[in-house]
Structures are given as C-alpha cells and as structure tokens.
Nanobody, 123 residues
Framework: QVQLVESGGGLVQAGGSLRLSCAAS????????MGWYRQAPGKQRELVAA???????NYADSVKGRFTISRDNAKNTVYLQMNSLKPEDTAVYYC?????????????????WGQGTLVTVSS
C-alpha cells in the first residue's frame, strides 16, 4: 500500500507564512513528479507547484515569487514553503505523486493523492 501524508496547514494572517510537508510511504520503487494542488470552496482543483525527480519546478502564476516547492528524494518528501500569504490562497491543499510501486509484480505506475490539509488566510 502506498500513501501520502500531509502536514503543516492551519490558520495564518495575511502576509504570514506556512510550510506544508508531504511524505510518501509504502512499497515505492521510485517517485517521478510530485506536486501540490489546491481547491477553494466552489472552485476547481488547480495546480499550485510541481517538481520532477531532477528538480525542475513549475508554478502557477498566482504564486510565483511567493511559494517555493522542494523535495527530499531520500525521504520521499515534498515541501511547499508559502510566504506573503493572501486571503485568496485559502483552500484545501493536496499533495500529488506520480510514482512506481512494487505492491504488484511487475512494478506499476500509480498516481496518488494525499488527504488534503486546510490553509486559511485571514485578512
């Protein structure tokens, strides 16, 4: 079984910072892309930031210059450092991973989602 466990959400005032973490565990052979998505009430889920296993990153225009994604491949963990938070950043943030697992033989590709962590930014 493979799972992603997120942590670090909470309530913060506008202009503040939060750091989200997401750790992958289970029968994982390798992790390709990892990313963070968010979904605000009444809106579709959107990509916030993503990173490849080689460290290439991309960001939504709305968070460029404020958010930084990073990963620790040895720990199968991805982070999202969020600075200068705005009320419009309020959403449930989901971790996503594209990985290869060996729960079955042969190993297979799998896309996994975390359970989500709520980030609330007050004005």
């Amino acid at each position: 079984q493979v799972q992603l466990v997120e942590s670090g959400g909470g309530l913060v005032q506008a202009g503040g910072s939060l750091r989200l973490s997401c750790a992958a565990s289970g029968s994982i052979l390798t992790i390709n892309n990892m990313g963070w998505y968010r979904q605000a009430p009444g809106k579709q889920r959107e990509l916030v930031a993503a990173t490849t296993s080689g460290g290439t990153t991309n960001y939504a225009d709305s968070v460029k210059g404020r958010f930084t994604i990073s990963r620790d491949n040895a720990k199968n963990t991805v982070y999202l450092q969020m600075n200068s938070l705005k009320p419009e950043d309020t959403a449930v943030y989901y971790c996503n991973a594209d990985l290869v697992h060996y729960t079955t033989f042969p190993p297979r590709n799998l896309e996994v989602w975390g359970q989500g962590t709520l980030v609330t930014v007050s004005s």
